[in-house]
């Protein structure tokens, strides 16, 4: 009897431990599935991903594009509004006046005396700026770069270009709107 009682104990051992080991190797079985699953949806993802790319890539250049068209006509209005016969505040867009007329770059500080004097004759004769010239007042100690261009070490200079911006002449110590005048060539 005692016999077959560990017949039937190891018989419920193998029985048992056989199923727990086919169990067992199921769910590895899975796990490693669930795992190969997870990869090639990860791959696909990262796929449809970079074959979008070029789309996104695409509405960005558009965007920038048609921001950079937006830019440049406003920078052709502008241009188009500007007349000669005035003295205004330096833009660089403005210096395309120059293709029609004359313009004369005003290199200008607030502390210096001469540089007041001027400014002050000028605006006290604006009627007199012949329609053919646009004087650009540019602020000495704003713009650093456009003073290196022209080689401008001092205030109270005055500068004329061309509509691509090369400078023509330059001078300082005009007296007047007069004397100014008389400079631009």
Same mark, same amino acid.
């Given at each position: 009897?005692? #016999? ?10 193998? /029985? ?9 190797? @199921? ?5 490693? /599935? %669930? ?9 696909? %993802?990262?796929?449809?991903?970079? %074959?979008?790319?070029?789309?996104? %890539?695409? $509405? ?13 006509? $406003? ?9 000669? *016969? @005035?003295?205004? =505040? ?11 007329? #004359? /313009? ?8 210096? =005396? ?13 009627? @007199?700026? =012949? ?15 456009? $003073? ?6 001092? @205030? ?8 691509? *911006? ?20």
């Amino acid at each position: 009897m005692n #016999k077959v009682i560990l017949g039937v104990v190891v018989l419920g051992v193998v /029985v048992l431990g056989g199923w727990w080991y086919t169990s067992n190797q @199921q769910a590895v079985k899975n796990k490693t /599935v %669930m795992e190969e699953k997870a990869m090639a949806e990860k791959v696909a %993802m990262e796929k449809e991903a970079t %074959m979008k790319q070029p789309e996104v %890539m695409e $509405k960005k250049v558009d965007t920038m594009v048609k921001k950079d068209e937006t830019m440049m006509e $406003k920078k052709l209005e502008t241009a188009m509004m500007v007349k000669g *016969g @005035q003295y205004v =505040p330096y833009d660089a867009s403005k210096i395309v006046f120059a293709k029609e007329g #004359k /313009v004369v770059l005003f290199f200008r500080a607030s502390w210096c =005396p001469s540089c007041r004097a001027l400014d002050a004759d000028i605006k006290a004769n604006l009627s @007199q700026i =012949p329609q053919n010239v646009l004087i650009l007042d540019v602020d000495y100690d704003k713009y650093t770069d456009l $003073k290196k261009q022209y080689g401008v070490t001092y @205030q109270h200079t005055l500068v004329q270009v061309d509509a691509s *911006g090369n400078m023509l002449a330059k001078w300082s110590g005009s007296t007047g709107l007069s004397d100014l005048v008389k400079q631009v060539k």
